[in-house]
């Protein structure tokens, strides 16, 4: 690469640079809280591998915000431990309804130091704590909210210090109470001297990166700013029987579904689902009609173009004022586009496609007069079209691309669109603002686009209308020229004119992105995808340059680019492979759980010999079995010739059949109120008992098949009743091995692998409820092996050792113990290359899920 080249790169990612310095609400570390179980909230860990030493003054300070719309605020921010025996805490409690939630904590006791944030300031503005800590005078002084506070502290002059961020299981200060908050900018001072940085801008791993002296942090699963910028989030899927409409209100921060018999209200904030039904009987739903909610009469309108008729629904009472519509002369106006003018109190329809023919109507309905006006276009600018998108503005509405032809003929010419245009409710004309640049590959757009009108921006999803498999990709476009970014990852779409539909909303409760996508399937139902992405959204470009500035240190970061100029490319890969490593997690690592086997070919287990390779790869399925139950690998039901019956399941029926089993081995059943909590959560007690009724009487069907095995609840709770003598099913008798956390025999240790050889436990699914029973059976399959390893030496028998290695590989590829056991066996049986071999292979895998070196060379492991 020549220099002006080289030149041109550096000036490039200078200019991302600058621009990650206007996002700056863009990045820091969330802290996962008590919507999730213990084991997966979030902890950050400053010194992982020691303590801090301070010989004279010392200060901590950082940045925090919360996340809003959680159920728990309570808990531990940080946590200061001098010499493992005192403990200084600030901690947020809310239990009490008095002001000055954020305390302080000295060992045992509440210090004279409480202060608070206000609420508005708390959730949406970040907030400087800051905790100086003078040995000399023996005192504390911490700066929270717009007040300081000072009180004695007696501190060794030469004290070493853990700090500890949210959760942690340090020795005996462990805690699991964290609430949901967001931290950046962790910076510690020694005697007025900067000497740690901690900025937690990072969009994934578990790495905490210390820009000052390189010595990083650790983190248990972390919840990245900065991804949920850039990253969608897929929030809730519905599925409805028959067709469904999609609205919004925007303000609140609500989905509104709109179907036959009920509205489907869905809270992004609270994510939570409410469906109530119609007082006023079944709406009429076609292919080509539209809902639109408008916030200031607070009634949603189904509009129905061809017949030119508006049905409303009063939320406050649940009634449409019109249920019955005639629809015998059909014209479609598919996907076309829509908006309420409060300037003349109307509902504009614009363009739309049918009968292979696209539209170039203007609609205008009076929500005052109830009167319908078809507008006489005054200019050509407007052509026919569909799959544009349109967003609301002062006076009018902008309108972007779509797809279709001069003469609305689908026979002549059609084609994509790329103009910008603005139509004006005064003067009902178009203005052309101006043309995009024809892109390499085409695109439409999704219904809505966001238009900012005070910064002359917009944001739209665009996506191929040529695939079915399709994606949706959110754009960054310009009001006055015509330029736009990608930004944000993509949505998988799947597209079919007729039956699909996706549209964009801006939530301003949670200032997030919105985007619904439906698909009609071939059964007739309407399934309903909701995800999110807060703003503002970041592209990919700016992910793969430098990490965020902050403004103080501009000046630094221009001579920094200069003088960086010769090594750029060198610090281009870097960052780059940097990105890749998905960090440290002791309970999730490469984003694959635990408990996922590992191929033999890419373990830490070193090349598969006749000797190192397991008896089984993960794989291997057993034989069909009769009278049987498998939930290790893929979850299957075999009846009493052999027939596998779970193919009968529905996804609902499938999940309510492993809640009650796995309730009814690990407890004695499980009540109705937690089937309620975990499966029909969005529904009224009415419903959900109804729903619960219906199912258990289909499941209870499908079990018959199984003779032996049946539903009952004649405890209060419900249990699937299983015979063991007739029938066998895995997880019982993994749990018969494990239970007693005894030292099993090689016997039982090759009983266990024969269990486990088809997979993890419940490979194939995926319920956040399941996700405790995975943790632990992982676990309990680890530690049963490391029993039976420690209670046994290498020169017993070296051979079997290392099939159990492999076997602990299947469940935790970065396992010390089990790569020690194996070079161990490997030089035992003079293998000596192969087990250079597997440190090698394990210090690979260590350094791709760490992203750090694995330290100890063949010497300290044999000798460990």
Same mark, same amino acid.
Request: with cysteine; charged share 25%; proline share 4%.
């Given at each position: ?10 000036i490039?990612?200078?200019h991302?640079s ?18 999730v179980v ?11 591998e020691?303590t801090?030493?301070?010989?004279g ?7 925090i ?31 009490l ?10 060992g ?11 609420g ?7 907030n400087?704590?800051r ?18 506070f ?13 700090m ?11 805690t ?7 931290i ?21 791993g578990?790495?905490a ?39 919004s209100?925007?303000?609140e ?13 869905y ?10 039904a119609?007082?006023s ?14 916030r200031?009469d ?12 508006v ?7 649940g ?19 829509k ?22 109507n203007v ?5 005052a ?10 200019d ?15 006076g009018?509405?902008?309108l972007?691309?779509?797809y ?15 103009d ?5 409710t ?13 892109p390499e590959?085409?695109f ?11 910064a002359?921006t ?5 996506f ?8 949706l ?5 310009s009001?006055?020229?015509?330029e ?15 039956e699909?539909?996706?549209? !964009? $909303?801006?939530? &301003? ?7 619904? *996508?439906?698909?009609?399937? +071939?059964?007739?139902?309407? /399934? ?8 503002p959204?970041?592209?990919a ?8 500035t ?13 003088a ?16 890749r490593?998905?960090?440290?997690d ?8 635990a ?6 070919n ?5 090349s598969p ?12 399925k ?5 009278n049987?139950i498998?939930?290790?690998?893929n979850?299957? !039901? $075999?009846?009493? &010739?052999?027939?596998?019956?779970a193919?009968?399941? *529905?996804?609902l029926?499938? +999940?309510l059949?492993l809640? /009650? ?14 089937l ?20 258990i ?26 015979d ?42 995926d319920?956040?409820w399941l ?17 039976y ?19 602990i590989?299947?469940?935790d ?23 250079k071999?597997?440190?090698?292979n394990?210090?690979?895998e ?13 010497p ?5």
């Amino acid at each position: 690469m020549n220099f002006c080249s080289r030149f041109i790169l550096i000036i490039t990612l200078f200019h991302f640079s600058i621009y990650n310095v206007c996002l700056g609400q863009s990045y820091g570390l969330g802290f996962e809280s008590f919507d999730v179980v213990q084991d997966k909230r979030t902890g950050l860990d400053l010194s992982p591998e020691g303590t801090f030493q301070f010989n004279g003054d010392f200060e901590v300070s950082f940045e925090i915000a919360f996340l809003p719309g959680k159920k728990t605020y309570f808990g531990y921010i940080l946590r200061l431990i001098e010499n493992d025996t005192k403990n200084i805490d600030i901690l947020y409690d809310n239990s009490l309804l008095k002001d000055d939630h954020f305390k302080v904590i000295v060992g045992d006791e509440f210090s004279r130091i409480a202060f608070d944030i206000p609420g508005e300031q708390l959730y949406k503005k970040w907030n400087k704590i800051r905790l100086i800590f003078n040995k000399q005078k023996k005192t504390i002084t911490v700066f929270g909210g717009s007040k300081s506070f000072t009180q004695s502290l007696n501190l060794d002059q030469a004290g070493r210090f853990k700090m500890l961020f949210g959760t942690n299981k340090y020795k005996n200060f462990n805690t699991t109470d964290v609430p949901p908050m967001k931290i950046r900018n962790i910076e510690i001072r020694e005697d007025d001297k900067r000497t740690y940085y901690f900025p937690l801008d990072e969009i994934e791993g578990n790495t905490a990166p210390e820009r000052l002296s390189g010595a990083d942090g650790l983190i248990f699963n972390p919840l990245w700013i900065k991804k949920l910028h850039y990253e969608w989030q897929p929030l809730r899927t519905f599925v409805v029987n028959g067709p469904a409409r999609i609205t919004s209100n925007q303000v609140e921060g609500v989905v509104q579904i709109v179907c036959n018999d009920s509205l489907i209200t869905y809270s992004i904030l609270s994510n939570r689902a409410n469906r109530v039904a119609y007082k006023s009987g079944k709406q009429a739903l076609f292919v080509d009609n539209q809902v639109l909610y408008e916030r200031s009469d607070g009634k949603i309108h189904n509009i129905y173009i061809n017949e030119k008729q508006v049905s409303t629904l009063d939320l406050k009472i649940g009634k449409w004022n019109k249920s019955l519509v005639d629809s015998s002369s059909k014209t479609h106006f598919l996907h076309a586009n829509k908006f309420y003018s409060a300037e003349d109190s109307s509902i504009y329809i614009l363009g739309g496609y049918g009968h292979l023919r696209y539209k170039g109507n203007v609609h205008k309905y009076n929500l005052a007069t109830g009167t319908w006006t078809d507008l006489i276009r005054k200019d050509s600018v407007f052509t026919p079209r569909y799959l544009a998108a349109l967003g609301r503005a002062t006076g009018g509405a902008y309108l972007i691309g779509g797809y279709g032809s001069t003469t609305g003929q689908q026979i002549l010419n059609p084609g994509n669109r790329y103009d910008l245009l603005f139509f004006d409710t005064k003067t009902g004309t178009f203005k052309k603002v101006y043309n995009l640049n024809i892109p390499e590959e085409d695109f439409v757009f999704a219904n809505s686009m966001i238009v900012n009108e005070k910064a002359k921006t917009f944001f739209a999803l665009i996506f191929p209308k040529d695939k079915f498999s399709s994606q949706l990709q959110l754009v960054r476009g310009s009001l006055t020229s015509p330029e736009y970014q990608l930004v944000g990852s993509k949505i998988p779409y799947q597209f079919i004119d007729t039956e699909s539909f996706a549209d !964009l $909303f801006y939530d &301003q409760a949670t200032s997030r992105f919105v985007a619904v *996508t439906s698909f009609r399937n +071939e059964k007739k139902q309407t /399934i309903i995808s909701v995800y999110s992405l807060y703003a503002p959204p970041l592209d990919a470009s700016i992910l793969v340059s430098t990490a965020e500035t902050k403004p103080g240190n501009l000046t630094w970061m221009i001579v920094a680019f200069l003088a960086l100029a010769g090594g750029f490319l060198v610090y281009q890969y870097k960052i780059k492979n940097r990105k890749r490593l998905p960090g440290k997690d002791e309970a999730a690592v490469s984003k694959i759980p635990a408990e996922a086997p590992v191929p033999v070919n890419i373990s830490a287990a070193g090349s598969p010999s006749s000797t190192d390779a397991p008896e089984r790869t993960p794989e291997a399925k057993q034989a069909p079995a009769h009278n049987s139950i498998m939930l290790f690998g893929n979850l299957q !039901l $075999f009846d009493e &010739q052999g027939n596998e019956i779970a193919k009968l399941f *529905t996804p609902l029926l499938k +999940e309510l059949f492993l809640v /009650i089993l796995l309730y009814s081995i690990r407890r004695d059943g499980i009540s109705s109120e937690k089937l309620k909590e975990l499966l029909w959560f969005d529904k009224p007690s009415e419903s959900a008992r109804n729903n619960r009724s219906v199912n258990i009487a289909k499941l209870k069907g499908i079990l018959d098949k199984l003779k032996y095995c049946h539903i009952s609840k004649e405890t209060g709770y419900w249990k699937i009743n299983v015979d063991y003598g007739q029938i066998t099913i895995d997880y019982a008798d993994y749990l018969n091995l494990v239970a007693d956390k005894r030292v099993l025999s090689k016997q039982d240790i090759t009983e266990l692998s024969n269990i486990t050889k088809r997979g993890s436990f419940l490979s194939d699914l995926d319920y956040e409820w399941l996700d405790s029973f995975k943790s632990e059976t992982s676990n309990e399959i680890v530690d049963a092996y490391l029993r039976y390893a420690a209670s046994v030496s290498i020169s017993d028998d070296p051979e079997f050792l290392i099939k159990l290695a492999n076997y602990i590989f299947y469940f935790d590829p970065v396992n010390e113990e089990a790569m020690t056991i194996k070079c161990k066996a490997f030089a035992h049986l003079g293998k000596h290359s192969m087990a250079k071999t597997a440190l090698e292979n394990f210090s690979r895998e260590y350094r791709r899920i760490y992203g750090e070196e694995f330290q100890k060379d063949m010497p300290e492991v044999l000798h460990s």
